[in-house]
């Protein structure tokens, strides 16, 4: 529910509406704009009388909300959230608002070496954090499982050596200790509803990446979302990363529609993958301008030295020469678009 009051209200009634409301059990988020400020009510709402608010000098309206998820809703949070990642020694990255964010780095980390020059070549192409999977999932057992604690090892050291942030994917909560020291956490599409790891996710106070899943609706991704901000985490970063459809030329299907309706219905920064999306290295680069162009915060790509010998996701991966091309280009669409605005 969402309470909107009128123009300079008096602070002695706002302040006993709010105390009523949290005698009720309701959470109040107080957003103020320029004119008028807005209460968002979070908890459960269906036992207020809504005519009683209404009815209150200070009221302007109230609406009953259709969405189900709050803490995600740009109704109570009208302007973008922007999230900074990075700390003492590290290049700062945000993302949000004004602020783009380059992701890019391999599917898998496989040696110090690969991780190395990845790193230092993304970096130089203008990436602001660096990607790398330790914990892997793949569809065959069979298929590398990534190397674990070790590729965390690893991530950190090529982020000592360009300062840039790590972002890196959990599959299971037990290996959250390992995740203490990584910079952004990403919740892959298969985990995105695994509910206990997103309620852990949620006690941390750490950026999560979370991915789509490959068949969830955006309403599905904005409450999978909810499920880490009701933890009291609010550093959540949504991502579109394809969705299974009956097309068979690209890998996924890349809805790049979600990234307007998502940046419309919440306050939450969205980044766009296009590698997983399309799962062919040609279709990166005009999908990522696309994206862009739709309006996304960021983009997460795959890098890698040698894609013929990627131990994973090779076909879909860029080298870093067509990485750094690529780059350049997203900044003169960014460029466009600003002198448009
Ligand atoms: C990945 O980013 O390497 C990955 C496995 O992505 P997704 O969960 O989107 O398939
Ligand atoms: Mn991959």
């Given at each position: ?24 059990g ?102 602001t954090?660096?990607?790398g ?14 190397l ?16 840039l ?28 509803q ?28 904005l409450?999978?979302?909810?499920y ?18 009956f097309?068979t ?6 809805d ?43 983009l997460?790509?795959?890098?890698h ?37």
């Amino acid at each position: 529910m969402i309470v909107l009051l009128k123009e300079n209200p008096n602070a002695v009634a706002v302040a006993n509406l709010k105390q009523w409301l949290n005698n009720e059990g309701i959470t109040v988020h107080v957003s103020e704009g320029e004119r008028h400020t807005i209460l968002g009510l979070v908890g459960d709402t269906s036992r207020l009388d809504m005519s009683l608010i209404q009815a209150l000098e200070i009221v302007d309206d109230v609406k009953r909300i259709q969405e189900p998820f709050k803490n995600a809703n740009r109704k109570f949070h009208p302007q973008d959230t922007v999230i900074e990642i990075g700390g003492p020694g590290l290049e700062t990255a945000r993302i949000g608002g004004e602020h783009f964010a380059v992701i890019a780095g391999p599917c898998s980390v496989e040696t110090e070496s690969q991780i190395c020059q990845v790193a230092e070549a993304v970096k130089k192409a203008g990436a602001t954090m660096l990607r790398g999977g330790a914990f892997k999932p793949r569809t065959s057992p069979y298929a590398f499982q990534g190397l674990g604690a070790e590729g965390i090892r690893l991530l950190k050291l090529a982020r000592e050596h360009t300062g840039l942030p790590i972002v890196t994917e959990v599959m299971d909560a037990d290996q959250l200790p390992l995740f203490e020291d990584v910079d952004v956490i990403q919740v892959g599409a298969r985990n995105m509803q695994n509910f206990e790891l997103l309620k852990k996710l949620g006690r941390m106070d750490k950026p999560v990446l979370l991915k789509r899943g490959m068949s969830a609706t955006l309403e599905e991704l904005l409450m999978s979302a909810e499920y880490i901000m009701a933890g009291g985490n609010e550093k959540v970063i949504l991502c579109e990363r394809g969705i299974r459809t009956f097309e068979t030329k690209t890998r996924n299907t890349l809805d790049l529609s979600a990234v307007p309706v998502l940046k419309n219905l919440s306050h939450l920064p969205v980044v766009v993958d296009p590698s997983h999306a399309t799962g062919v290295s040609k279709l990166v680069a005009p999908m990522s301008l696309a994206a862009t162009a739709a309006g996304a915060d960021g983009l997460i790509i795959e890098v890698h030295n040698d894609p013929e010998r990627a131990l994973c996701d090779g076909p879909q991966s860029l080298r870093p020469e067509a990485f750094a091309e690529l780059a350049e280009k997203v900044r003169g669409v960014r460029a466009a678009i600003r002198a448009m605005a």
